[in-house]
């Protein structure tokens, strides 16, 4: 609670001069504040000066009104209130009395409707030095034929200026504090709302399409491209500022939702009406091109709320296997699918491959020659002349060493091809962590 000198404000003969045209009744009926804080004030400082405060707010009130009209659900009474605080306390300074200083505990309430309300601070403090300059003409022209003295003029202006920067730190604590928290609830509101469609457990209906356009800004039935960028820890933050800055100045007009998840994971989603072209992507792509420490991912475009999530887990899923692969400014999930299909999970990409290729899992270089030819082979199409000419070696010894290899494996490598490739093409992404150790 402030306190005030006295000497410094205090013209209290000048103040009980003051008085209302109206009639008292009427007046305190008018009233926002309570009767009782007002009868209060009227016994120690007067009912005159008291009235004239009162209705010195109620005049200003409908300009108030009128400067927000296009506010919804304006709260006037409570600013009314608000309006006979800072007059009141005015009063109360000049009079040399305690008026318990009504405006600090009025301000809390009107900031954070303000902040609630999405008006501006800007658009505030524009208001609160209006009001200002009117209740400082208001209170010069009462006082007019009191002949006020240059210091007299001085104290006035002191007390009204002190009054209101007082209540204007009052009103910036709680209406930033009031911000703050908006934004932490709509931030909690967002992340909920992408983690319930990431669910996929449900269509989204109309009005939740309605909230999704509403919270996260995009048209949720378009198409979806989703990207994940896993950052290195020194240069997160400023890779993360980048994409926000960098992306919506070069993709103004298109719909995006970015999201940081964690502090070195940052997702985010184009969405278009139809599958993006060059024009879209490429922006993207040199953005992201940006950071060569940091892994990057995209997944495919899809439509709707499970395109929505489609793209972003093939993003996930393809940024998890990453480092394994070869090095790229943007990994795209359509040029590693079986990679990614079979190789998410580690462990499990392991015993698919030792389960399928048994002792040619090994680390031996026996192992390792034979992999070889098994690959040249089928990848050829399983042509002996071709896997030959691919190892370098005669056409028996293909035949040979493939004769070695169904023996070890215990069964024709016809009956099992399919599963061969993909252990085989495993090996060859992932590298020796998916042999069997020695």
Known sequence: MRSYSPERFALPDLCRTLTANGNQEAIETAACLDSVV?????????????????????????????????????????IGANLEAWVLDIVALLADVDGGAMSQQTIPQVARGAARLDVSFERLTRSIRMVQS?????????????????????????????????????LIVHYLDERANLLDSQMVRRRELVKELLAGTEQPSQAMATQIANDLGLTIHQV????????????????????????????RNVEMLIQTDGYTQTAFWITTPVKPGPAILEP???????????????????????????????????????????????LRWSDHTLTVTLGTH?????????????????????????????????????????????????????????????????????????????????????????????
């Open 38 to 78: 007002i009868r209060r004030l009227s016994a120690t400082v007067g009912s005159g000066p008291i009235l004239w405060a009162l209705e010195e707010a109620a005049r200003i009130l409908p300009r108030i009104e009128e400067d927000f009209a296009d506010v919804s659900e304006l709260p006037r009474r409570e």
């Open 134 to 170: 009117e209740y400082t003409s208001r209170f010069f022209l009462a006082l007019s034929n009191n002949n006020l003295q240059p210091e007299e003029y001085t104290r006035l202006v002191s007390a009204i200026s002190r009054i209101t920067d007082d209540g204007l730190e009052q």
């Open 224 to 251: 979806h491209t989703g990207f994940v960028v896993v950052h290195q820890a020194h240069t997160a933050m400023l890779e993360q500022k980048t994409i926000h800055r960098d992306l919506r100045a070069k993709l």
């Open 284 to 330: 993207v792509l040199q953005t992201l091109a940006e950071f060569p420490r940091a892994i990057c991912t995209m997944g495919e475009p899809a439509q709707g709320s499970q395109g929505f999530r489609q793209t972003h887990l093939q993003a996930r899923d393809l940024a998890s296997i990453a480092p394994q692969l070869a090095s790229s400014p943007v």
């Open 346 to 438: 580690a462990e499990r990409a392991q015993w698919f491959v030792r389960s399928v290729l048994g002792p040619l899992a090994d680390t031996t270089e026996k192992a390792h020659e034979q992999r070889t030819t098994l690959q040249a082979y089928l990848s050829s199409g399983q042509s002996l002349l071709q896997a030959a000419t691919q190892c370098n070696v005669h056409r028996n010894t293909i035949v040979y060493r493939l004769q070695q290899i169904e023996s070890r494996l215990d069964r024709p490598i016809r009956d099992q091809a399919l599963q061969l490739q993909c252990a085989l093409h495993l090996i060859a992404q992932l590298g020796d962590q998916m042999l069997s150790p020695k």
